[in-house]
């Protein structure tokens, strides 16, 4: 039993700044990863970053120089900042984490998603 609440999107100026958060809260026993997805109308949902338990990241080509992914541990919480925004950043953002239940499994959790909007 765990949720996953995303917050921050929002519509934005292309060039300007915008930081996405997702939240876990429930029964959590441990997180292995934490991954930032985006889909667009018609368009394929894409992996836009990643973070592991280990702190190890990854960004994506299309955002790689403009994304930073990074996770608070206190308050089990994922940010994605993205800065130089272009319309073609303009996308439902999904949070996506990776945990396990403590029997050795894994088990992924998905939330609900946060609508970005980058006008031209």
């Known amino acids: 039993q765990v949720q996953l609440m995303e917050f921050g999107g929002g519509l934005v100026q292309a060039g300007g700044s915008l930081k996405v958060s997702c939240v876990a809260s429930g029964n959590i026993v441990s997180i292995n990863a934490m991954v930032w997805y985006r889909q667009a109308p018609g368009k394929q949902r894409e992996r836009v970053a990643t973070?592991?338990?280990?702190?190890?990241?990854n960004i994506a080509d299309s955002v790689k120089g403009r994304g930073t992914i990074s996770f608070d541990n206190a308050k089990n919480t994922v940010h994605l900042q993205m800065n130089s925004l272009k319309p073609e950043d303009t996308a439902v953002y999904y949070c996506?984490?990776?945990?396990?239940?403590?029997?050795?499994?894994?088990?992924?959790?998905w939330g609900q998603g946060t609508q970005v909007t980058v006008s031209s």
């Open positions: 973070i592991t338990s280990g702190g190890s990241t």
């Open positions: 996506n984490a990776l945990m396990g239940d403590g029997r050795g499994y894994e088990v992924e959790y």
